[in-house]
């Protein structure tokens, strides 16, 4: 597996981060853990952040998601209701109403 991910070329064009726009990017290792298959890690030489080139299983929410989850709890839904229509996890939910109500 680590051999097959050393021929994947890299897939991004310029560095990710948007503050920067470095071209050069290098292999940074592979990551191998339990739950996730093994992806080819890249580093940017100008800004020295790292990626994976695999996107987030868990990709960051935006207002508008945070928005609709409080919407369908003040409308009485349950949280699990809440976390399996909109395919995200109850912790996420959770977290959400957690944060709207400390504010
Ligand atoms: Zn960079």
Redesign the pocket.
Request: hydrophobic content about 15%.
């Given at each position: 597996m680590r051999q097959a991910l050393l021929k994947t070329p890299c897939p991004f064009p310029?560095?990710?981060?948007p503050s920067?726009?470095?071209k050069t990017?290098v292999r940074n290792g592979v990551r191998t853990c339990k739950r996730y298959p093994p992806a080819q890690r890249w580093k940017?030489?100008?800004?020295?952040?790292s990626f994976l080139d695999t996107p987030s299983a868990h990709p960051a929410s935006n207002a508008e998601e945070q928005a609709l989850v409080i919407r369908l709890h003040n409308e009485g839904l349950s949280l699990r209701g809440i976390a399996r229509s909109l395919n995200r996890s109850l912790n996420f939910v959770q977290m959400v109403i957690k944060k709207s109500q400390s504010r």
């Open positions: 310029t560095c990710p981060n920067c726009s470095g990017l940017c030489t100008t800004c020295l952040r």
